[in-house]
């Protein structure tokens, strides 16, 4: 299980209509290979990417709209143990809270 999945702070304020880039950090967790990170507004998936390095970064870039002033954001990661029988372990990131002029 991952020991932090952390989402790094957003800006301040976020100009809509600009890029906003989402930074997740995710320390810990195996097997690796079974490890994705999911970048989230809301439940809205974002993107869904495998968790590289130690710690794992993950990027995404979405365009800020007017919709997302306030908006929460989080990551969350899924660490699938399903094919051992195990089971799917998720555990999620503070939400960290948009606000856009």
Do not use: I, K, Y
Request: include cysteine; glycine fraction near 8%; charge should be neutral.
């Amino acid at each position: 299980f991952p020991e932090r999945v952390e989402l790094l702070p957003l800006p301040r304020w976020q100009p809509v209509g600009e890029n906003l880039t989402l930074r997740c950090q995710v320390a810990g967790g195996a097997p690796r290979r079974n490890l994705t990170v999911v970048l989230l507004r809301g439940e809205e998936e974002l993107s869904r990417q495998p968790a590289v390095g130690e710690p794992a970064e993950v990027t995404v870039t979405v365009l800020a709209g007017r919709e997302d002033h306030l908006a929460n954001f989080s990551c969350r990661t899924e660490l699938d143990l399903r094919p051992g029988g195990l089971g799917l372990f998720q555990n999620s990131s503070a939400p960290r809270q948009l606000q856009t002029f």
